[in-house]
């Protein structure tokens, strides 16, 4: 935050500072914005137990340094999913958590670089209320929370959310908006520089998903309204309480699929709301980079978005990646009328500026180091062993074990509580389903890569990387079929005929929505050159084809038997067992149950393969380029390396798959 001394300075070298602003005043005002940090303080990946100079705050915070020296007026905000995410999360959520009086590693970094305010995401959501509450430095009133003397520390900007509210109090659980009250260097209608004030107004909206997501924390405490009508609430009142500027900092992406109060990525209709509009958008959620003149994401090629010009229906809108990977930069350049300050649509400029080759803020890592050194310390903690080195390179062509492990642990775990609780299920398959969480999605870097030897904490976490709960569901082979047909979404259509080369993934359809089963039980094909919906073939149980009325106990996690995917079939209405115990926490248990993974084992954990054809030209995919030795492990003779260096300037190497083999 600006320091007296400073606000003293800039009062002597603008001396007419208090003045109200007169016609023809103008200034430059960016708005800078951070999302989806993901607990990704410093630029180190607890998994690899080694540093990643591809993401990180520490530099980020370079970036906005940079801005700051670039443009005389900036403010700051962070649009969610800021405190979960990492093994440095973890502990100090769950291994040593920090005490009314600390204030997350996080936070400490954000206070320093200075942040004007921020909002929630939906995993801010996942420790718990009594956890966000502390944390925040909040003062939540819902049902089954005790009241606290004080309020704990917290960050030392304004968080606002404004569509979740308490059961008890009918009011919103954060401040819905703040007016930031922001005094801009400017120059008056003669070149003369003056200081004048601009009112900024901040409003946050959350997925209102988070109540299935997140059911066992929040259901009977809060309630989500949807984010369409939220905004119809509060924005005319922003208006009238002064706000110049009205900023939607929304932890959404885009959707144009019929509205729902329910929609998940609601900001396509946030940016049409009638009467006195928004002026700007801070998105997140999606985990992409907006504007991107080159994405071919679905939802970045709306009607009315622009790509090009980080617009949406004509507001300026920026998505700045995840963890700290880019800086959103909203360049306005406003004047005042006499009435009130109006902005000059032709010159805004929006961009997301990439942290690549910048140097770290090296005050971020001295300020977390106690707090570092403890989490390395405690990932190395051993639960096991492999003979297999366990990866996601090719998980997308077949190397399935990887997600094998989760599934065995899961399946587990559902067979012995059904065992012991549900004797009603004794008869029906236990069958479990997971997800390549980690496929590239944010660089070379980004996958699941656990060697052979030994396995610690840090693996596990590598092996499951969300601090989801472990429920099951029952579902028909329908049901199963419709799943995973969701699950070969993942990949696009395949045109046998044409000579060209083809990409086979479907990058706008994230990897952890991949589901796929892995049991030696269960077999099925599939046929990339079918259509979506079409593409599982030949699915067998025990050799027997699966048939539709046929019934399996699934094991799979919170977030997606609740809706999460937008999977047919799962939402909520047949989950059979609600665990506790998180997804995670199961599969170290089972780890250490295990002792040892033996390379017979994995192998015999492979159910699907790709449907037999012959194509015309390439068909290819990218990956990691040290990778190769991977794919005869896994025993994929189908895969050929092409080029160490995809051309992307992104580090991936390009391989091709012979669907015929």
């Known amino acids: 935050m600006r320091s007296t001394a400073l606000f003293l300075a800039l009062a002597a070298a603008f001396?007419?500072?208090?003045?109200?602003?007169?016609?023809?005043t103008r200034a430059t005002l960016a708005i800078l914005e951070t999302t989806d940090l993901h607990a990704n303080v410093l630029s180190y990946d607890y998994f690899k137990l080694a540093h990643d100079q591809s993401f990180g705050l520490e530099r980020t915070a370079t970036l906005i340094a940079q801005?700051?020296?670039?443009?005389?007026?900036?403010?700051?905000?962070?649009?969610?999913?800021?405190?979960?995410?990492?093994?440095?999360g973890d502990y100090e959520a769950l291994v040593r958590p920090i005490g009314c009086d600390e204030t997350l590693a996080v936070y400490k970094a954000m206070n320093r670089i200075g942040y004007d305010g921020a909002s929630i995401g939906n995993h801010d959501f996942n420790f718990g209320l009594a956890y966000l509450r502390q944390v925040t430095g909040s003062r939540f009133d819902v049902p089954g929370l005790a009241q606290q003397a004080k309020a704990c520390a917290g960050p030392n900007f304004p968080l606002v959310l404004a569509n979740v509210y308490s059961v008890k109090t009918k009011q919103p659980i954060f401040a819905p908006y703040r007016i930031i009250d922001k005094t801009l260097q400017a120059?008056?209608?003669?070149?003369?520089?003056?200081?004048?004030?601009?009112?900024?107004?901040?409003?946050?909206?959350?997925?209102p998903g988070i109540m299935a997501w997140d059911k066992r924390w929040l259901e009977g405490r809060v309630y989500t309204e949807g984010i369409r009508e939220t905004a119809l609430k509060?924005?005319?009142?922003?208006?009238?309480?002064?706000?110049?500027?009205?900023?939607?900092?929304?932890?959404?992406?885009?959707?144009?699929?019929?509205?729902?109060?329910?929609?998940?990525?609601?900001?396509?209709?946030?940016?049409?709301?009638?009467?006195?509009?928004?002026?700007?958008?801070?998105?997140?959620?999606?985990?992409q980079v907006f504007p991107n003149e080159k994405s071919t994401v679905a939802m970045f090629n709306l009607p009315g978005v622009d790509k090009v010009h980080g617009t949406v229906h004509g507001v300026p809108t920026v998505m700045?990646?995840?963890?700290?990977?880019?800086?959103?930069?909203?360049?306005?350049?406003?004047?005042?009328?006499?009435h009130g300050w109006v902005v000059d649509k032709a010159q805004t400029k929006v961009e997301a500026r990439s942290i690549q080759g910048v140097a770290p803020d090296p005050e971020i890592a001295k300020l977390i180091a106690g707090e570092h050194a403890a989490t390395i310390a405690y990932v190395k903690t051993p639960v096991?062993?492999?003979?297999?080195?366990?990866?996601?390179?090719?998980?997308?062509?077949?190397?399935?074990?990887?997600?094998?492990?989760?599934?065995?642990?899961?399946?587990?775990?559902?067979?012995?509580?059904?065992?012991?609780?549900?004797?009603?299920y004794a008869q029906l398959p236990v069958l479990s389903v997971s997800a390549p969480f980690k496929s590239g999605a944010a660089g070379p870097s980004d996958y699941t890569d656990v060697p052979a030897g030994p396995l610690a904490l840090n693996n596990a976490a590598d092996l499951y990387l969300y601090p989801n709960t472990l429920t099951a569901v029952k579902v028909t082979g329908a049901q199963l079929k419709a799943w995973l047909e969701r699950g070969a979404e993942r990949f696009n259509r395949i045109d046998p005929a044409r000579s060209e080369p083809q990409e086979l993934v479907n990058t706008s359809f994230s990897g952890f929505n991949f589901d796929m089963v892995t049991s030696p039980e269960v077999r099925y094909?599939?046929?990339?050159?079918?259509?979506?919906?079409?593409?599982?073939?030949?699915?067998?149980?025990?050799?027997?084809?699966?048939?539709?009325?046929?019934?399996?106990?699934?094991?799979?996690?919170?977030?997606?038997?609740?809706?999460?995917?937008?999977?047919?079939?799962?939402?909520?209405?047949?989950?059979?067992?609600?665990?506790?115990?998180?997804?995670?926490?199961?599969?170290i248990a089972w780890l250490k149950q295990e002792k040892t993974l033996t390379r017979a084992a994995l192998a015999q954990q492979r159910s699907w393969t790709f449907a037999k054809v012959k194509t015309a030209g390439p068909v290819v995919f990218h990956s990691a380029p040290a990778a190769l030795p991977l794919v005869q492990q896994a025993g994929l003779a189908n895969v050929v390396l092409l080029k160490q260096d995809d051309g992307s300037g992104k580090g991936f190497a390009l391989y091709s798959l012979d669907l015929s083999r």
């Not at 520089?193 to 601009?198: G, K």
């Not at 005319?236 to 932890?251: C, F, K, N, T, Y």
């Not at 599939?526 to 019934?551: C, F, M, N, S, W």
């Open 15 to 24: 001396p007419s500072s208090f003045a109200a602003p007169v016609a023809g």
């Open 67 to 88: 801005a700051r020296r670039e443009f005389p007026n900036t403010l700051l905000f962070d649009d969610g999913d800021t405190i979960q995410g990492t093994a440095l």
């Open 525 to 587: 094909e599939i046929d990339v050159t079918q259509p979506v919906g079409q593409r599982i073939r030949g699915l067998a149980y025990h050799g027997k084809p699966v048939v539709d009325a046929q019934e399996f106990i699934v094991a799979t996690n919170n977030y997606r038997a609740t809706g999460g995917g937008n999977f047919p079939g799962l939402n909520g209405s047949n989950v059979v067992i609600a665990s506790p115990d998180a997804n995670h926490d199961v599969l």
């Open 384 to 424: 096991g062993s492999s003979e297999e080195r366990l990866s996601t390179f090719f998980a997308d062509v077949g190397d399935s074990a990887a997600v094998a492990v989760v599934n065995m642990a899961q399946a587990d775990y559902v067979k012995r509580y059904i065992a012991a609780n549900l004797p009603q």
């Open 234 to 287: 509060y924005i005319p009142e922003m208006r009238a309480q002064g706000a110049d500027l009205i900023v939607a900092v929304s932890h959404g992406g885009l959707d144009n699929a019929p509205y729902s109060p329910q929609m998940e990525n609601a900001n396509w209709y946030l940016a049409q709301i009638p009467g006195a509009p928004i002026d700007a958008m801070l998105t997140g959620h999606s985990h």
């Open 320 to 338: 700045a990646n995840l963890w700290g990977k880019h800086l959103g930069v909203i360049r306005f350049e406003v004047a005042h009328d006499g």
């Open 187 to 207: 120059l008056d209608k003669d070149g003369k520089p003056v200081t004048a004030t601009i009112r900024v107004g901040i409003i946050g909206f959350t997925p």
